[in-house]
C-alpha cells in the first residue's frame, strides 16, 4: 500500500463515486457513505494503489530514461512519452503518427530492467508497427527481453 496515513471521508452527498488524493503527507479517500465495510476495504486499497503509483512516478523521469534507452540501444527517440493510469491491460503503447508512447503506471513499483524492456518494445514500434521478424529483431537487441517478458507475464497472472 503505502507508507502514507489513509484518511477516509465518508459523504451522504456521494452517490456513486469515489476519489482519493495525497495533500500534505496524507492520502484522502473520499467514499459514499452507503458504502458497505466490505466494499470500503475494497475502494480504499483500489484508490490507494493509483495514488501511490501515481506519486512513484513522479519520481521517475520517462522522457529522460526513454532517450537513454533509445540511444543505447539505436532505436529512434520518442516525441513524447508520458504516464497512463488508464492501461489496464497493457503496459505500454505507441502512436508512431505522433511518435508519442503512453507507459502504464502499474511499471512503478518494478524493476527497472522492466520498465526499460517496456520502453525498447514500444520504441521498437515507432520503427515497425506489427510484432513480425523485423520488430522482433529490434527489441532482441535488449539483453534482458526474454526474462522481463517472462516478468510481466507472471505479474499479469498474479
Not at 507508507?3 to 469515489?18: H, Q, Y
Not at 466494499?39 to 526513454?66: F, H
Request: proline share 3%.
Amino acid at each position: 500500500m503505502t507508507d502514507l496515513p489513509v484518511d477516509v471521508i465518508r459523504s451522504a452527498r456521494r452517490k456513486r463515486t469515489s476519489q482519493a488524493y495525497a495533500t500534505r503527507g496524507r492520502v484522502r479517500v473520499l467514499i459514499p457513505a452507503h458504502l458497505s465495510a466490505s466494499e470500503e476495504a475494497a475502494v480504499v486499497a483500489e484508490l490507494v494503489q493509483k495514488v501511490t503509483r501515481k506519486l512513484a512516478s513522479e519520481t521517475i523521469d520517462l522522457e529522460s530514461r526513454a532517450r537513454e534507452v533509445a540511444q543505447k540501444y539505436s532505436l529512434r527517440a520518442p516525441t513524447q512519452v508520458l504516464w497512463s493510469d488508464r492501461q489496464n491491460s497493457r503496459w505500454g503503447s505507441c502512436s508512431p503518427e505522433s511518435g508519442t508512447i503512453r507507459i502504464s503506471s502499474r511499471l512503478t513499483g518494478m524493476p527497472e530492467w522492466v520498465l526499460d524492456w517496456v520502453l525498447v518494445h514500444e520504441l521498437a514500434h515507432l520503427e515497425v508497427a506489427h510484432h513480425g521478424v523485423e520488430f522482433k529483431k529490434l527489441v532482441s537487441r535488449y539483453e534482458l527481453a526474454e526474462r522481463a517478458e517472462g516478468y510481466l507475464i507472471a505479474k499479469s497472472e498474479g
